[in-house]
């Protein structure tokens, strides 16, 4: 199953620039996780930045399917969903 | 600890350097300040990592062309990134700093780099916030928790929680290598105090005993002091030096009980400050930049009028420095990594402000000159 996921600017640099880029997801009910997973194996370190090393998503990081947040990365990914990770502006 | 102390320096001359550099991280960015041999003149270049907070950077002395630099952003987590031509190229660690799965425990940044003994090309060691020590075997590409201090049964008892220390988080800084022996190191937290290894990391004992902890009921305590910045003297690992939150310290081993060296210090300025920089060349000479910890700890300049003070004699006496900086009406702090000296003979000393100054003095301290201005908030000056 493959997901368009929007890439926001500070992590652009992990993608050659992409705004947008395709992930393919090999499990037939992928998860938000499977979908990070699969990001971080075409963009090593990636990951990282929007997880924590307990597997969290980070404090200003927010994670749309579809329309919805979903901080949960057990979360399942409806076929064709569209996923928008954003980098919540805030701070000075 | 049957470890012979080391001959104070001789005061042998040393080799003039034909040019210095300042890495100045900052919290949006890394600069650097280059010199010739004469240091009149300074050439600002930067920045790198733009709109990163750039907590410490720091060059390789066995190779003289590794450099790391600790970064994370606002909202991103956070990294450490490498060069190994000196700064025209940086590459991102693959396995930055970070706790175990399954710990708990959350690396919110990485704040003390620390290359590794000479004889262990490649190897640095990393203190994060919350308080933990990170090695690496490969130039900073992967790192790993040292799990003799991560693990250690004792350590939430040194660190308190994760959610004690100072405002900006706890943190685990002052990582020292013995140049004599790799498996001799010391750490000190901010807070939790100094501890020591003597065997490469497997095992930490505190060394505290001393240093005042005026913060705690029970002010004679083992550990759970707050050292700001603890320094090996010029020459002598034997001879330490610490600006501590309660005061200014020195330690010379085997002695275990820290020395009170602020006596020699003006009551009105008082002792509390962040940086402690010993000489390049004299184990005797350290400078430290005092500020106000009084009622609600303002942590400025006492009274709005920035110094530097230095010792001669090992913390005896302290002298004013600060011919050359403002008057008045300067309202900046120097935080525990923004002060350093460079390897010339006549000490070039440095130090960058949270108002985004850097100044320099190539007299040793007895005039001061900006050398740079309106740069952001300044965490960490390195000279190389």
Known sequence: MKF?????????????????????????????????????SAHPGIRFRILDEQGKLRPHIKVFINADVERNTAASLPRNAEVMIVAALSGG | MARTAAKLPTGKR????????????????????????????????????????????????????????????????????????????????????????????????TFWLTPGHASQ??????????????????????????????????RKAWCGGDQDGTPDGPKLHSILVDPRDAAHMYLSMSSGGTFESLDGGADWQPLNQGVRAD???NPDLEFGHDPHCVRFAAGNPDR?????HCGLF??????????????????SVGYVGFPMVP???????????????????????????PAAYRTRDGGKTWKRQAEGLPKTQAWWTVKRQAMTVDNFQAAGVYFGTTSGEVWGSRDEGRSWKCLAAHLPHIYAIEAV
């Open chain 1, 4 to 40: 368009r996921v929007a890439i926001p600017s500070p992590l652009r640099s992990y993608c050659d620039g992409a705004a947008t880029i395709t992930i393919a997801c090999a499990p037939s009910s992928p998860t938000l996780g499977d979908l990070l997973a699969g990001l971080e």
């Open chain 2, 250 to 267: 020195r330690l010379d081993r085997p002695e275990t009980r820290w020395q009170d060296i602020g006596g020699g210090m003006p009551k």
């Open chain 2, 121 to 154: 090309p490649g190897v640095w060691f990393a203190g994060t916030s919350p308080q933990a020590l990170f090695r690496s075997d490969d130039g900073g590409a992967n790192w790993k928790g040292v799990a003799g201090f991560n693990n250690h049964p004792q």
């Open chain 2, 279 to 305: 000489h390049p060349h004299d184990a005797n000479t350290a400078w430290i930049f005092p500020m106000d910890g009084t009622d609600v700890w303002p942590r400025i300049s006492p009274g709005g009028k």
């Open chain 2, 14 to 109: 040393v080799v003039a350097p034909k040019r210095a550099r300042l890495l100045i991280a900052t919290r949006k960015g890394l600069w650097t300040l280059a010199t010739d041999g004469a240091r009149r003149t300074w050439k600002l270049a930067g920045p790198q990592f733009l709109g990163n907070i750039v907590h410490h950077a720091m060059l390789d002395p066995r190779d003289g062309k590794t450099l790391l630099a600790a970064a994370r952003t606002g909202h991103l987590g956070p990294t450490v990134f490498r060069s190994t031509d000196n700064g025209k190229t940086w590459k991102e660690a693959t396995t930055p700093p970070a706790f175990d799965a399954g710990s708990g425990r959350v690396v919110d940044h």
């Open chain 2, 240 to 244: 330490l030096y610490q600006q501590n």
């Open chain 2, 215 to 217: 913060f705690q009921p």
